[in-house]
């Protein structure tokens, strides 16, 4: 057990997962900021809703090339790659002195911040079938950690300087890519490459593919609407503290690294205990409740802002319980053969939700009011919660044998 070969896949399961971590600090510490850097220039909602749908589509583009890129050329290099773009961009989010480089910056920062799949490759690549899910695990951890972590630092030093958080970021990212770039190897050997030539493909084709089946039909569609209103209020609820509440980044911080605490508790304690007693649909249609609820409440709150600790509990606390357990549905009610076809189309659903909502919510600020987003998103969450009830009531339909080959191809490209 104690053998250099059998020590080292674990080192380099650490150096990979810091490389996740460094990713989501930075999507950690731009998120709670953003509204704040922006302000030199813009004071409107929407321009801060596009910035956030710019860092995903980056991501949404980015992503699938990196892991392609990977397969030809190895994990190491687009690792390392990710690391040093990361790094640079933390640098100009510092340095920016006008909107269209602080742009620049996030699409930057959201390109680098898509070595995830690599990342999974990575650990696939170096571990055994019975030791992959604790490897992955431990990148499921990094990324909660760098979220919260990347919260808190923003939050603390950006007290003294808005641009002192994306400087230390930059350093952190910098070094992880120096001890990366001396101590990681390779793991895909070149015999284990593949050679065929990296294509664009139809991002949306799985997603129109998976939607064909009435089996998932409606759990898809609750599972976009609750992507579409949380990835608006991770954009937009630091602009309407400070709008509602005056709050500045210290306090949004907090509120981030509550909610990231929420979440983890929920994931890693009330998942397993309350699973076995409600199942899946319960968990499913409890936590889209409380969501809807979650949204309503902050779109009422209009005294203090410390009143939104506990809509931000039962936010997080909601969505712990139905991602998990609307994912597990769509897979069983896939049929047996195409459960990774579905849920990449899942997946690209919820890539749309990410682009589309940070926008949305920036629209609806500025034209309707700080409430309308989420009274709105309340509404949405409130159908979402209805359907998934509606279809978790009849009983579940035979899934069909097969999709037509052309569409299984697209769904799994």
């Known amino acids: 057990m104690d053998s250099l070969e059998e020590t080292l896949p674990m080192r380099h399961r650490y150096i990979v997962a810091g490389s996740v971590l460094v990713d989501m600090l930075g999507y950690g510490l731009i998120m709670p900021l953003l509204p704040f850097m922006v302000q030199a220039w813009s004071g409107d909602a929407t321009i801060v809703g596009l910035l956030g749908s710019l860092y995903a589509a980056m991501q949404l583009l980015v992503a ?39 742009a620049l910056a996030i699409a930057i920062s959201g390109a680098a911040g898509s070595s995830m799949p690599v990342a999974q490759a990575y650990i696939a690549d170096v571990t055994g079938p019975d030791d992959r899910a604790r490897g992955l695990g431990l990148l499921g951890a990094a990324f909660g950690l760098g979220l919260i972590g990347g919260a808190a630092m923003g939050g603390f030093l950006s007290q003294y300087s808005l641009a002192l958080p994306p400087l230390l970021a930059a350093g952190i990212a910098f070094l992880n890519a120096l001890y990366a770039t001396i101590a990681l190897p390779e793991s895909l050997p070149p015999a284990r490459r593949r050679s065929h030539p990296i294509r664009f493909h139809n991002w949306l084709a799985p997603a129109l593919t998976a939607l064909q089946l009435p089996t998932v039909r409606p759990l898809l569609i609750a599972v976009t609407l609750l992507n579409l209103a949380f990835s608006g209020l991770q ?94 549905l769509v897979s069983l009610r896939a049929g047996s053969g195409r459960q990774g076809a579905v849920l990449g ?69």
Not at 84 to 94: D, P, R
């Open 64 to 102: 699938p090339l990196v892991g392609t890129i990977s397969d030809r050329i190895g994990r190491r290099p687009v690792i390392l790659g990710c690391l040093f773009g990361s790094s640079v961009a933390y640098l100009g989010l510092a340095l920016a002195n006008s909107l269209p480089m602080l």
């Open 235 to 328: 954009s937009n609820v630091a602009l309407f503290t400070l709008t509602r509440f005056g709050w500045g980044p210290a306090q949004n911080a907090l509120l981030f690294v509550f909610v990231g605490l929420c979440a983890a508790f929920t994931q890693g304690v009330l998942v397993g205990r309350l699973q076995p007693r409600f199942s899946e649909a319960g968990l499913a249609g409890g936590g889209l409740g409380l969501m809807a609820l979650s949204f309503a409440f902050v779109g009422l709150i209009q005294q203090s802002g410390w009143m939104l600790f506990p809509p931000a509990a039962l936010l997080a606390i909601g969505m712990g319980l139905a991602v998990p357990a609307i994912t597990s």
């Open 345 to 413: 189309g899942m997946q690209a659903l919820i890539s749309l939700a990410l682009l589309l909502g940070p926008a949305g919510f920036g629209i609806s600020f500025d034209y309707f009011g700080p409430t309308a987003p989420y009274l709105g998103s309340s509404v949405l969450l409130t159908g979402a919660w209805l359907i998934s009830l509606i279809a978790l009531a009849r009983p579940t339909p035979s899934p069909p044998r097969m999709f037509r080959s052309s569409e299984d191809s697209e769904a799994l490209s």
